[in-house]
């Protein structure tokens, strides 16, 4: 062998260098309820995760099925045709949702691991591995996201290695306000929950939120989101005319028809209808906030009689 001849150890990292993955709750929820549905001799529940990777590089994760599977300790079978069944019935709801990757309940990464992800490889290119401890030892959770990393000797691959990625488990105002609309019903008509969701709800609670915003930073954000986009065909249409962008004809009329469906108004005319438009929906919200008002002293009032 040459003196500049070398083989080299290496490990192939994935396309995406900052790759990183965020999970709803409904995601986790949904995991944990198959675990608890699950036939009797299976030891862990295994999946589809669905969502979409949004442009920072962030596997957004929505949305998830279970697949029936049967596993030993030499081989993992999976249905694929039920897999297949469920992936085109999800689609046919939210197209927008694809496979980024797969979860499976228990504590860390398995054997059989291996296996199941080079079935998803062969899905989605670069899929995400969630892991759900549904044990909750000691009142945590260990929620975790991984990828696969390809250990290779020179030109022949020798194996795969899971890689943890940073994981976001936070949830939006919405969705916790949502979660505790659901428990405290439950409650209030004393349904009976599996102490597995208890717990993961006084886990998931205490994640940082994301406030909602209010109707006026809403109304400014899709603001500066339709400045944006004008700001976009305007571009478009000075391209065109300075002929550094070819012309599109079903471009031109759709531009066409949109700026003919605007109604012609006067400055001062459009002043008047946005400044109505803007009270009718300030007096909406005093309405609502007087509704809400009422009925939650009408709560506390009825709460404190059935005490009495």
Not at 161 to 167: K, N, V, Y
Request: glycine share 6%; aromatic share 6%.
């Amino acid at each position: 062998m040459a003196a500049g001849d070398h083989t080299v150890l290496q490990l192939s990292t994935p396309s995406t260098a900052n790759l990183s993955a965020k999970v709803h709750p409904l995601v986790i929820f949904n995991i944990c309820d198959c675990y608890v549905r699950r036939p009797d001799q299976a030891e862990r529940v295994i999946g589809t995760l669905l969502g979409s990777v949004l442009p920072d590089g962030t596997v957004d994760i929505r949305n998830s099925y279970a697949v029936p599977h049967t596993e030993s300790a030499e081989q993992v079978a999976l249905d694929i045709e039920y897999h297949h069944n469920m992936l085109v019935s999800h689609q046919k709801v939210n197209p927008k949702e694809v496979i980024v990757g797969w979860y499976s309940t228990g504590l860390g990464v398995t054997g059989g691991s291996a296996l199941i992800h080079d079935f998803y490889s062969r899905e989605v290119p670069n899929p995400v591995h969630l892991t759900v401890d549904t044990g909750f030892r000691n009142g945590e959770g260990t929620i975790k996201a991984y990828v696969s990393v390809n250990l290779a000797l020179g030109d022949r691959q020798l194996a795969a290695q899971f890689q943890e990625i940073p994981l976001d488990l936070r949830m939006v105002e919405a969705e916790r306000l949502g979660c505790m609309y659901h428990f405290n019903n439950l409650r209030r008509y004393h349904i009976v929950m599996p102490i597995l969701f208890l717990t993961l709800f006084d886990i998931l609670k205490t994640t940082a939120v994301d406030k909602l915003p209010n109707d006026l930073e809403g109304m400014e954000v899709t603001m500066q989101r339709l400045l944006a986009l004008i700001d976009d065909v305007y571009k478009y249409v000075d391209d065109v005319v300075e002929g550094r962008v070819a012309a599109d004809n079903s471009i031109g009329r759709f531009i066409s028809d949109t700026v003919a469906s605007l109604p012609k108004l006067s400055p001062s005319v459009f002043d008047k209808l946005v400044n109505d438009s803007l009270q009718d929906q300030l007096l909406l919200l005093y309405l609502s906030s007087i509704t809400r008002t009422q009925l939650g002293l009408a709560e506390k009032l009825n709460t404190a009689a059935q005490i009495l």
